[in-house]
C-alpha cells in the first residue's frame, strides 16, 4: 500500500525532510539535516536517503509503503534537470536520477524548483487553493513561484517565476546578483533593505539601531512612525505593489501569496502593498487579494510532497 | 469519421472561416464574412453555422464529418465564458452553449481569445513548434498570447497573456484605454506610432508624409535613416526589448513571435529590438530568439483548429 509520501526541501545549509500521509497529505514528521559540504552530487542523495531509512523505521514504514518522494532545490529545474546550481555547486545533472540510485528502483522520485514548489505547497495549504496564484518569497533574495490552471510553472528552462528580477523603475539602481540593475530583489531583499535604512540615516532621524539591524525592527519602526523606517516600508510596498500589477495583466491570478521573512511584517505591510496596488491595476486586476503565506518553512517540503502526488 | 475541423476567427469587422483537415491541419479553404452587428449574442453563432454548411455542402461533408470547431474570439475568455466583450456587444455569456445551439449536438465546441489561439497558430505552425512561447501582436493596439508547456494560458478569468499593458517606464505617459497610463500599447500601437511621428515632426526635419501616415512609411523612412522615422522606432524596439526582459524572467519562454501589422517591418525590427533586449535580459535570457510571424491574418483560424484538436 502506497501510503506515504516524503517532501524534501534542499538548502545550501539544511536540508528539511517531512513525511506526509498520501491520502490527506498531513504532515506526520519533520526533521532537518544539515546540508553535507563535500560532493555534493552523490552526498546530499545519499544523506536524504539515509534519512529517509531512518525515518521510516522510526514509523514501522518501508520504501514499499511510499507513493514516492518530492524533491524542492534551489535552482532552476526542468524536467528533474538541472543545468547549475551555485548553491550546492552541482553541474548539469539529472537530479532525478541520481536520487534514485539511493532509492529501490520502485520508489517514484519528483524534483522542481524550491520557490515553484512552496507556491504549490503554500496555495495548496489554503482552505480553498486556487487555480492560479502566485507567491512573493521575499527572503535574503527575492523569488516567487507561479500557479497556472493547478501546476507550477518550470518555463522553457526552469527558470519560471523569477520575479525578484522584474525590473522596478523607481527606488534603485544597485546592481544585481543576476547582473541586471534594478531587480525587484534591490528594493525588496533584505540586504538591500538593510543598506537602504543605513543610508536614509545619515540624513534622517531614526530610533532603529543600527547595529543589530532586523527587518522586524524596521518595519516595527515604521507603525511607530519613524521617518526611515516608513520610507524604506513604502519603497517595499510599492515595488510590490508595481511588479505585482505586471504579473497581473501577464498572469491573471486569483491571489497573490506574500512569504519569506519580510512578510512577516504581517497585515501592516499587506495594506501598504494594497494601497500601492489599486493605482497600478490595470482592467479589474485591482480585485486580487494579497494574502500571507501560512506554512512557514514548511512550504517547500509541503509542495514537494502535493507535487509528487499530481 | 471526424475528418474536418473548423477554426473560425470572430472579430470586430469581420468573421474568418477555415476548413482544416484533421490529422494533419492542413487549411482545405478560408472565408471571410461579415460580422452581423444586431443581436450578436444570437446572430453571430447563427451565420457562422449558416456559412459552415454552405462550406459543408461545397466539399461534400456534413456535421458528422467534423471534429469540431474551434472559435477564437476577441476578448478575455475563461472556459468558454466571457464577462464583457465591448467589440461585440456580449455581455456574461457561454460561448460555446450559444454557439452550439445552431450545431447539431454531437459538435464539439472549444473557444477562446484571440490572440490566445493565434500564439497557439503561430508556435504550431512553426517547423518545430516550442513548448514555451510569447506571442506579440503589434497592430492598432498590442496584445499577446502565451503558449506554457504547449497549452494556452488563459490565466484565473480569461485576461492572462494581455501584455500590451505592460507599463514602459519610459518613451510614454499617455492614458491607455485600460484606463492605465504607460502601456506598451502606447509606444507600439499604430496609434501611438501615428500620434508620435506627427509630434517628432514639428521640431525634427522628416520625409515622412504626414498626411498618409502608415507604419510601413514611417518604417522605411527609419531604414533611410530619417531623423523622425528613426526615434519612433528605436522607441517601439526599446519598449517590446523591455517588455520581453520581463516576460522573460516571469515566463522563461523559447521563443518571441512578432506578429501583427507593425511586425511587417521585418528583420529591421527584430534586429533593433535584439539589440535593445540584450542589455535588459536577465541570467540566460538574452539567448531567446525573436522571430516574425508567419501565417499573417490565419493565426486566429489556424489556433482555433489546433485548439480544438487539443
Same sequence: chains 1, 2.
Avoid at 500521509?21 to 542523495?45: D, M
Wanted: charged fraction near 15%; proline fraction near 4%; aromatic fraction near 8%.
Amino acid at each position: 500500500m502506497k501510503q506515504y509520501i516524503y517532501g524534501v526541501d534542499i538548502g545550501g545549509t539544511n536540508i528539511k525532510l517531512g513525511l506526509f500521509k498520501e491520502n490527506t497529505l498531513e504532515l506526520i514528521e519533520s526533521r532537518e539535516i544539515k546540508t553535507p559540504t563535500e560532493h555534493q552530487e552523490v552526498s546530499i542523495f545519499e544523506h536524504i536517503a539515509l534519512e529517509i531509512q531512518t525515518m521510516n523505521q522510526h514509523h514501522q514504514i518501508s520504501f514499499d509503503d511510499l507513493l514516492g518522494i518530492g524533491l524542492a532545490v534551489p535552482c532552476p529545474v526542468k524536467n528533474g534537470f538541472v543545468q547549475k546550481c551555485p548553491n550546492l555547486n552541482w553541474q548539469t545533472m539529472d537530479i532525478t536520477k541520481n536520487m534514485s540510485l539511493f532509492l529501490p528502483g520502485n520508489v517514484t522520485v519528483k524534483v522542481s524548483n524550491d520557490a515553484t514548489l512552496a507556491a504549490l505547497g503554500e496555495n495548496n495549504s489554503l482552505e480553498r487553493p486556487f487555480q492560479n496564484a502566485i507567491l512573493f518569497t521575499l527572503g535574503t533574495g527575492v523569488g516567487g513561484g507561479v500557479i497556472i490552471d493547478g501546476q507550477i510553472l518550470e518555463g522553457g528552462t526552469g527558470l519560471g517565476g523569477e520575479i525578484g528580477h522584474i525590473p522596478i523603475p523607481f527606488e534603485t539602481d544597485e546592481l544585481c546578483g543576476c547582473g541586471s540593475k534594478g531587480c525587484l530583489e534591490q528594493v525588496c531583499g533584505t540586504k538591500a533593505i538593510f543598506k537602504k535604512t543605513r543610508l536614509l540615516a545619515q540624513t534622517l532621524p531614526t530610533s532603529i539601531h543600527l547595529d543589530h539591524l532586523t527587518v522586524k525592527a524596521i518595519f516595527d519602526a515604521a507603525k511607530e512612525n519613524d521617518p526611515v523606517g516608513l520610507e524604506v516600508v513604502h519603497g517595499v510596498a510599492k515595488a510590490i505593489a508595481y511588479s505585482a500589477s505586471i504579473l497581473a495583466v501577464v498572469l491573471d491570478p486569483e491571489v497573490f501569496i506574500l512569504g519569506g521573512g519580510v512578510s512577516k511584517a504581517g497585515q501592516f505591510l499587506v495594506d501598504l502593498i494594497e494601497q500601492y496596488y489599486q493605482p497600478y491595476a490595470r482592467f479589474h486586476t485591482g480585485s486580487v487579494p494579497f494574502i500571507l503565506a501560512k506554512t512557514g518553512n514548511n512550504a517547500g517540503i509541503i509542495g514537494a510532497a502535493h507535487y509528487l502526488k499530481k
